[in-house]
């Protein structure tokens, strides 16, 4: 199973852009990155995927490196309301749903 | 919007009694997960469930069950609840390309 490793918390500042990585050495070949965004209870909202190199969406951007084994989400000019948990998740379903790794989530809180 | 339910919010029960958490999705995901979510762990998958019947292990599956006789439906079941089971429950659904898992609100239980 890969191991991810997130730092525990981040602070910013609104409109900032805000960079977050998880480290996952020993990712699998077939193994996807994908990041979520947690609010106090609330379950884990999907934010982006990807598997290599950069992908980007309305809301976020994942970067990727050659060697995949990290990962590193873009909030681009953050607010307030990005202020939540932010969860990296490695793995894939192909051989059986035990292959998703969460990391331990970094803490993200923006001021003004 | 996909909607995922779970039957309670809180839950307290005492020790050795046999619990039921209940999940519920509408949008006719295959793919169904239960997890658990406890401070400084992050969510750790308990069990999965790709089809009616069909289940495949977590990462912690000891001490818990499953059972999916409805597509929409898959119930986490501690046979024998105890302490360390206290913690917040969370279900998901996701469609068979995956990777974008939908969460519930989860179920905090006690176990006391």
């Known amino acids: 199973l890969a191991k991810t490793t997130q730092p525990i918390s981040m602070d910013s500042y609104e409109g900032q852009e805000v960079n977050i990585t998880c480290s996952h050495n020993n990712i699998a070949t077939n193994d996807y990155i994908t990041w979520y965004q947690q609010f106090p209870s609330q379950g884990p909202r999907f934010i982006i995927q990807g598997y290599k190199t950069k992908v980007t969406n309305e809301v976020a951007s994942l970067f990727i490196p050659a060697d995949r084994k990290s990962s590193t989400l873009s909030l681009p000019r953050v607010s307030l309301s990005d202020t939540a948990v932010y969860y990296c998740?490695?793995?894939?379903?192909?051989?059986?749903?035990?292959?998703?790794?969460f990391g331990t989530g970094t803490q993200l809180k923006v001021e003004l | 919007d996909v909607k995922v339910t779970q039957s309670s919010r809180y839950l307290v029960k005492r020790t050795g009694e046999k619990v039921f958490l209940e999940c519920v999705q509408d949008m006719d995901h295959e793919n169904m997960f239960w997890y658990r979510q406890d401070p400084g762990l992050g969510l750790r998958l308990i069990y999965f469930?790709?089809?009616?019947?069909?289940?495949e292990k977590g990462d912690i599956p000891e001490g818990y069950s499953v059972s999916r006789e409805k597509k929409e439906r898959f119930s986490l079941i501690l046979e024998s609840a105890s302490t360390n089971q206290t913690s917040m429950y969370l279900c998901a659904s996701s469609s068979l390309e995956w990777p974008e898992q939908y969460f519930g609100p989860g179920t905090r239980l006690t176990v006391t």
């Open positions: 998740l490695v793995g894939g379903l192909t051989g059986g749903g035990n292959k998703l790794t």
């Open positions: 469930s790709y089809d009616v019947k069909m289940k």
